[in-house]
């Protein structure tokens, strides 16, 4: 179905964006800094940078090959684009924003109906509102909304979250979600949050100064790309999926997999089934077991499987990530200490460790 | 007011509005040009587009007339068939449409100049070709501005005496406007008449100009 082969170079002021990627997952992030030219590569794919050089294949249709002068228009990619700056045609309201891409005749990637996208998006109520009249989380449904009705074959996220609030994103973060299950359209997220990549791309793409740091696996390159330099001071956080089976006064009780429960807080959220919780790895204690009087309520038993180091850093603060292995379906956490506490406790592959961290250092990153 | 008077307003409003139709296209076109596109010689295209803003209008009336002219490079001895333009209304439409180049193609520029670029190609990535993008995202986005300059156009068409005097001539109902009906009150003495027909000019200049006001402001809130 999908079927990437991403052969670019692309000038810009300072540096290029070289980037070599051929991948067939369907979910795709690129993750970076700022400035790092991740949105100059979206624009590059969709057809909006002339300077591109190289060759863009997509679901087996060539858009760019320089060899041979083939350059695609952008009207002609069949790309579901929703930029940064979202860009919603004010003079339309929501039903004319999200069919103004609908007449596209070919390239169709798959049928998308409007009534469809109005409810996966809960937007049935705003069908004819004004866009100036819409919030935020609003808008942005709508861009997503209006990417996914031009039947597009490839969807182009650039910082679906950015610019929302917690709350905000914890209402979109399930729609991009469902969109992907709904639709099946193949997409690439662009993020400059570790966290919502992960959550968001099976795959992902580390671009640092136009280059490329290191792809591969999302879980796995988003925990390689905490130790590298350039990303420390992000650290890691870990994502928990669960059921709430219980609602207490004191939070939320949510079941990993069976016999592995933790409490979160609630926050403000009206009785999600299922959440996605996130977890600093430096909020996150390990300990040998022999412990009582503790006011943290979250503990998981586990072994440990990892232990990594910053590669170059040898100063004697620097982090130490210890990987524990929990449950019975190969899950794990990261826990982030001291390399002194890690010789203290000898930690080490293959030993049993319990983990702990408090209700309070959970947070809800999605609800549904 | 003689039923004079009320000739010369028909004919005004006749070769004005000729000449608004006549200058739209181009000027729209040009607007749009300069807005959007960069080429070499633009800057000495545009300031001939701007040029009948400050040249005398006789001077454009009588290079004009020199044109059209039975021996001038687009007389009929030239073409083999006559344009018959001088002295008729058809030469007023040309000299005041030309006499208004100026403020259509400035007014479009500013107004294709507001459009957000980036949500043309916005459109193009949701599969609109360039034409389609600009009929169905540039041209309404323009809209009030695009407005605007037709009635700044129109206006301008109906005050316009210098150059149509001398490609059109002054001759009562058949060229003579409102401009030039002033003109030639005056000079025969007829104040009265003439100060109707001043009241009557400044009437109609303050609402084109009101009303392509209104319009610019609102765009500007939107």
Redesign the interface.
């Known amino acids: 179905m999908s079927g990437l082969s991403l052969h670019l170079k692309i000038p810009v002021k300072h540096f290029n964006v070289d980037v070599l990627w051929d991948t067939d997952e369907p979910s795709l992030g690129i993750f970076g800094h700022s400035g790092a030219g991740k949105t100059t590569l979206l624009e590059a794919i969709a057809g909006l940078r002339p300077g591109a050089r190289g060759r863009l294949r997509v679901a087996g249709e060539t858009w760019l090959d320089s060899s041979q002068d083939l350059n695609l228009p952008p009207e002609r990619r069949g790309v579901g684009y929703v930029p940064q700056d979202i860009l919603l045609f004010p003079h339309l309201d929501v039903r004319g924003n999200l069919l103004s891409g609908a007449h596209r005749k070919e390239p169709a990637g798959g049928k998308v109906h409007l009534e469809r996208v109005l409810e996966v998006l809960e937007l049935q109520p705003y069908r004819t509102a004004p866009i100036a009249r819409l919030s935020g989380g609003e808008k942005q449904r709508v861009a997503l909304g209006r990417a996914l009705c031009s039947k597009p074959k490839l969807l182009l996220l650039d910082e679906p979250l950015a610019g929302l609030d917690l709350p905000l994103r914890r209402r979109i973060l399930p729609y991009l979600i469902r969109v992907q299950e709904e639709f099946s359209v193949p997409a690439i997220f662009v993020s400059h949050d570790a966290t919502e990549m992960r959550l968001l791309s099976r795959e992902m793409l580390i671009l640092e100064r136009g280059k490329v740091l290191a792809k591969g696996p999302a879980s796995q390159v988003s925990f390689e790309a905490g130790l590298h330099p350039a990303f420390r001071d992000q650290g890691f956080e870990n994502v928990l999926r669960g059921k709430v089976i219980q609602e207490k006064e004191s939070g939320l009780l949510v079941e990993l997999e069976e016999g592995c429960s933790i409490l979160v807080p609630r926050g403000d959220l009206p009785g999600p089934a299922e959440v996605i919780v996130g977890l600093r790895a430096e909020d996150t204690l390990i300990s040998l077991g022999f412990h009582a009087g503790l006011s943290a309520q979250n503990s998981l038993r586990g072994t440990v499987c990892e232990i990594r180091r910053l590669s170059d850093d040898q100063t004697t603060d620097s982090p130490t990530w210890v990987k524990v292995a929990y449950g019975h379906q190969g899950s794990t956490l990261v826990a982030s200490i001291t390399p002194q506490a890690c010789d203290r406790l000898s930690l080490a592959e293959g030993k049993d460790v319990e983990l702990i961290f408090k209700a309070q250092s959970c947070r809800i990153l999605a609800a549904n | 007011m003689n039923p004079a008077a009320w000739i010369a307003l028909g004919i005004s409003l006749k070769v004005a509005a000729a000449a608004t139709l006549l200058v739209l296209p181009p000027g729209i076109a040009l607007g749009w040009l300069f807005a959007r596109r960069s080429f070499p010689g633009k800057s000495v295209l545009e300031t001939i587009a701007y040029l009948p803003l400050v040249l005398p209008p006789t001077a454009l009336g009588y290079l004009l007339l020199s044109l059209l002219a039975v021996r001038g490079p687009l007389g009929a001895a030239s073409l083999g068939f006559d344009l018959d333009l001088l002295f008729t209304w058809k030469g007023a439409v040309l000299a005041s449409s030309l006499m208004s180049l100026p403020l259509v193609v400035r007014t479009a520029r500013v107004a294709f100049e507001g459009v957000?670029p980036?949500?043309e190609?916005?459109?193009?990535?949701?599969?609109?070709?360039p034409l389609r993008v600009f009929r169905?995202?540039t041209l309404?986005?323009a809209r009030r501005g695009l407005v605007a300059s037709g009635i700044l156009g129109f206006s301008r068409a109906l005050g316009e005496f210098g150059a149509t005097v001398i490609v059109a001539g002054n001759i009562p109902g058949k060229t003579q406007t409102l401009a030039l009906a002033i003109f030639n009150d005056i000079q025969i003495g007829e104040d009265r008449q003439a100060r109707a027909l001043v009241g009557l000019t400044a009437l109609l200049a303050f609402g084109a100009l009101w009303i392509s006001e209104l319009l610019t402001r609102r765009k500007g809130h939107?």
Not at chain 2, 121 to 129: E, H, I, N, Q
């Open positions: 957000n980036r949500l190609a916005m459109g193009r990535t949701l599969g609109m070709g169905k995202v309404p986005l939107a």
